[in-house]
């Protein structure tokens, strides 16, 4: 058995369009959706990641405003440029880009960010109308994979047994109340599980989300399971990878997310269709 790929880069492209064609008819009544990014310092990544939000929303329409910051920026000032966004009414989504420098509390920044406009999905309240059910904004990466399990025809997970491996308020614990709201039984698994493999080898999904080269090897799976790889890492060579053996791995699986060109793409996408809908509720 080889795995089929999911292809987050195919996937991600559709979806796209279609934000593109619910802009355009928003644009149409006078809204432009608008999405804000702050970066604040110099790390490479960060830079290459805002770049790449900005031009996804000029892409498909949006309104999209970069303020860059130099990493001496205080506290006191960052908060009040997250509040000026608050109250713009051209702005639908706030995103502050992380890391920030060691002076600046990350928590303090996200809980600042209005509700209405965390289009991260990182706000207590998003995390808490995710946890009961509520209408939020759910974190960008584990809805990206959600919608990767439904374009394989895995929308309602009834009797399915999902492991999620990794425990980050960023991806772990959202994913598994995705999964959860999804009907499966989940079980979540992290640095202190005792026997990792006895629990992924029971999954019919694993999601594995800590940041470790191999931390899935094709021993460790169920023949048939699909597996969602959300590790960006560079292995011992440099060359770009997961966390998953996927040479191995996808020998065994039923489906496998290839890393690059899995959950990445669709992690910008799922920030485009939750600023979107930031626009919508704000149009009503």
């Known amino acids: 058995m080889t795995a089929q790929i999911i292809d987050g880069k195919s996937l991600s492209e559709q979806l796209r369009k279609e934000v593109a ?39 498909v329409g949006f309104h999209s405003v970069l303020e860059k910051y130099d990493a001496a920026m205080t506290q006191a000032e960052l908060l009040a440029r997250v509040e000026a966004l608050n109250n713009d009414p051209s702005i639908h989504g706030i995103l502050v880009q992380l890391p920030l420098p060691k002076h600046i509390d990350d928590h303090k920044v996200i809980e600042t960010i209005s509700p209405a406009k965390d289009v991260d999905g990182f706000h207590v309240a998003s995390a808490g109308a995710l946890m009961v059910g509520e209408v939020g904004f759910k974190a960008c990466t584990p809805y990206g994979c959600m919608k990767m399990l439904e374009s394989i025809g895995m929308k309602d997970l009834r009797g399915k047994h999902a492991v999620v491996i990794g425990r980050s308020n960023i991806v772990g614990k959202p994913m598994a109340m995705m999964l959860l709201a999804a009907n499966a039984t989940v079980t979540i698994t992290h640095s202190g599980t005792a026997d990792l493999g006895a629990m992924t080898r029971q999954a019919d999904i694993v999601v594995a989300a800590v940041g470790k080269v191999n931390v899935l090897t094709a021993d460790m799976v169920k023949p048939g399971a699909v597996v969602i790889d959300v590790g960006m890492n560079r292995n011992a060579e440099g060359k770009l990878c997961g966390d998953v053996d996927f040479e191995g791995v996808k020998q065994v699986a039923g489906y496998i997310t290839p890393v690059p060109g899995g959950v990445g793409p669709m992690t910008i996408t ?3 269709v939750n600023t979107m809908e930031s626009a919508e509720r704000a149009a009503v």
Not at 35 to 52: E, P, T
């Open 21 to 59: 064609t619910r802009a355009a008819a928003l644009k149409a009544k006078g809204i432009t959706p608008g999405l804000a990014v702050i970066l604040v310092g110099d790390n490479q990544a960060s830079q290459v990641y805002v770049r790449n939000k900005v031009k996804a929303c000029e892409d």
């Open 270 to 272: 799922m920030l485009l």
